[in-house]
């Protein structure tokens, strides 16, 4: 039984690694990025909301977001645990967490802190733009993601620092030795 979340900037890993430790755990990998993605691809009113924020590069507002992630988190599945990859993102995202995990009497065990430098990131995404086609990959999108990422979400780590929660793993490397030290992180 793991609650968990996986933190880092776009680009360093987490959708990958976040499937394959969520496996091992026996417990949901949930992608707030992935279920937007679905959604608009789905054609949704989840999507055509999420859309044009996901587009630029900006945060999809909390009344949304915050809404999806309870919803998904009263599934069966998760009575057992999850990990939780792009969320919380900001600290009123990290509140509405915290409510929703005291309402079910239940709180994190962990936090995964996942870091990349800042060339690599780029380059990571810019060659994960020419291969899957995201539309919110161009280079100057890119840029901007990490520049809300470090405005609005470095702040949540250091948010669950303060309750001892985090645990950092570096994400340079190969796939399988970054889920290794992950894996031995969680040990
Ligand atoms: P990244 O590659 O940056 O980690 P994700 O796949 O996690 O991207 O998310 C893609 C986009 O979905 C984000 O840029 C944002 O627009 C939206 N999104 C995902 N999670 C959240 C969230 N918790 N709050 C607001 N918007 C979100």
Redesign the pocket.
């Known amino acids: 039984m793991t609650r968990m979340l996986i933190i880092g900037?776009?680009?360093a890993g987490?959708?990958t690694q976040a499937v394959r430790i969520a496996e091992r755990l026996g417990i949901p990998a949930i992608?707030?990025?992935?279920i937007?993605?679905e959604n608009i691809r789905g054609g949704t009113e989840l999507g055509k909301e999420?859309q044009s924020?996901?587009d630029a590069?900006?945060?999809?507002?909390?009344s949304v977001?915050n809404r999806m992630?309870r919803d998904r988190l009263s599934w069966d599945d998760c009575a057992q645990g999850f990990l939780l990859?792009?969320?919380?993102?900001?600290t009123a995202?990290a509140e509405e967490l915290d409510r929703i995990l005291q309402e079910s009497g239940t709180q994190l065990d962990v936090v995964l802190q996942l870091t990349a430098d800042r060339d690599e990131l780029v380059a990571r995404?810019l060659n994960r733009a020419q291969e899957q086609g995201r539309t919110?990959d161009t280079e100057d999108v890119i840029r901007h993601?990490l520049d809300?990422?470090d405005r609005e979400t470095a702040p949540v780590i250091g948010l669950y620092a303060d309750r001892g929660l985090v645990t950092e793993v570096d994400g340079l490397g190969t796939i399988d030795e970054v889920t290794e030290r992950i894996a031995q992180a969680l040990a």
């Open positions: 900037p776009p680009g987490k959708g992608s707030t990025g992935d937007f993605r999420a924020y996901t590069g900006n945060l999809v507002p909390d977001t992630v990859d792009g969320y919380p993102r900001n995202q995404l919110d993601r809300v990422y």
